[in-house]
């Protein structure tokens, strides 16, 4: 799509700008008014005076007493309301920038492409278009009505600006302008308004186009600002992509949660095998204990000793049996009975042995035995017998 004339514009003006700012005079500094002129290029308006300053008329720079644009060039690093005033409605500001004048009526003179410095008509409203300004298009340096209508005779402004490719290399780029009404264009052989030709219809300049794109093939492209549509697959390609993506993250997310989850069981069930057998040991050492220091007395060492191996001792069981694994070992096949804990009922007495592990912690001295269910699978046989 080719540069419009606008984008082109600002690129050429802003190029000569930095050019030429070094040599610019500062404020105070001597200037000549006779060295006014517009550039060949760019149709930008050279002084002796750098960007915020106007040659006046007493041969100084003097600081610029209003602005055309508003972010104008050359004001960076000053804050936005130290900037010379925008002028009001009614009046423009010219190209020096040093103060603000009246618009000027229809037929006078204005400067370069300054459409905005001619007085705009009362039926503005139906004249305004993208190609003119409030329904005024400065000609020749003369105003003109925008209101041409078909088939009349028509006004025609082409100036050729200097635009610079990558490489540098310069070529011409026209832009013609007319007195045309909106939707027409003058044709430059009959300078008369024809009708605007719409997309695909063939073309020789931006201004035959409804869309003001004459595109390299000769025909009318889209606008420049016109919106992209993109095909009704690229819509079902992009959602079913997006759809992909978040099923993909989601089933990564569920293994990757899943192997550490079964990670936590694992070490879970470690800590909680190594707590329960810490704390049988500990369990079954005091009760050895309790069981060797509450003989009856006068007991002599000999009985004390052989207490120890015989079948009515405290101590019923396998040693190893605490260091098993407490969910190898069934709740339901061993417990702790409260009161005479006769060897004989072992494996009947079902208790809830959490509940009687705590309670037998209070009750110390009470003679409480740990009853093992007869299991066969491994210990406790040697000893019992
Ligand atoms: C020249 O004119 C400008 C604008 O009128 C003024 O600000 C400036 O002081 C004048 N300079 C001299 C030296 O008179
Ligand atoms: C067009 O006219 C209206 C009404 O006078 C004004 O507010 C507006 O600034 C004008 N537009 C331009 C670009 O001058
Ligand atoms: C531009 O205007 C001047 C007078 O102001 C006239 O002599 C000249 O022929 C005009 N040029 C065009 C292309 O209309």
């Known amino acids: 799509m080719r540069i ?100 000027v009526a229809i037929g ?128 079902v390609l992009i959602g079913l992509g997006i759809v992909v993506l978040i099923g993909g993250v989601m089933i990564t997310l569920w293994f990757t949660h899943r192997s550490s989850r079964k990670e936590n069981q694992i070490r879970l069930e470690q800590y909680y095998n190594e707590q329960i057998a810490y704390r049988q040991s500990i369990m079954s050492m005091s009760h050895a204990k309790n069981s060797l220091l509450s003989l009856p007395p006068n007991t002599s060492p000999d009985v004390a000793r052989s207490s120890l191996y015989r079948d009515d001792s405290g101590w019923t069981t396998g040693t190893n049996d605490a260091l098993l694994p407490p969910n190898v070992r069934s709740d339901s096949a061993s417990g702790w009975s409260d009161g005479d804990g006769a060897p004989k009922e072992r494996g009947l007495t079902h208790t809830d042995s959490e509940v009687l592990l705590m309670h037998t912690q209070g009750e110390h001295n009470r003679e409480s035995r740990y009853m093992d269910a007869p299991e066969p699978r491994r210990g406790g046989r040697g000893y019992r017998g």
Request: with cysteine.
């Open 108 to 235: 006078d003179s204005c400067q370069k492409d300054r459409d905005n410095e001619c007085a705009e008509p009362s039926n503005y409203k139906d004249l305004a278009g993208f190609l003119n300004t409030n329904g005024t298009v400065c000609l020749n340096y003369t105003c003109y009505l925008a209101d041409i209508t078909l088939g009349q005779t028509c006004v025609t402004d082409n100036t050729v600006y200097t635009a610079y490719l990558d490489d540098g290399s310069a070529y011409a780029f026209i832009v013609s302008r007319d007195n045309c009404a909106n939707g027409m264009y003058c044709d430059g052989t009959a300078l008369q308004c024809i009708k605007m030709k719409r997309q695909g219809e063939t073309c020789t300049g931006n201004k035959e186009c409804l869309t003001y794109n004459c595109a390299a093939d000769g025909k009318c492209g889209k606008a420049a600002d016109d919106p992209i549509h993109p095909p009704a697959w690229q819509y």
């Open 4 to 103: 419009t004339s606008r984008i082109t514009l600002l690129g050429i003006s802003a190029i000569a700008l930095i050019g030429v700012v070094s040599a610019k005079s500062g404020f105070g500094e001597a200037c000549d008014q006779a060295n006014q002129h517009l550039d060949g290029g760019s149709y930008n308006l050279v002084t002796d005076c750098d960007a915020t300053t106007y040659c006046a008329s007493n041969g100084t720079c003097a600081y610029k007493g209003c602005r055309k644009d508003i972010y104008p060039f050359g004001y960076s690093g000053v804050s936005f309301d130290q900037l010379p005033p925008l002028c009001p409605s009614g009046q423009f500001c010219p190209d020096e920038g040093d103060q603000c004048l009246d618009q």
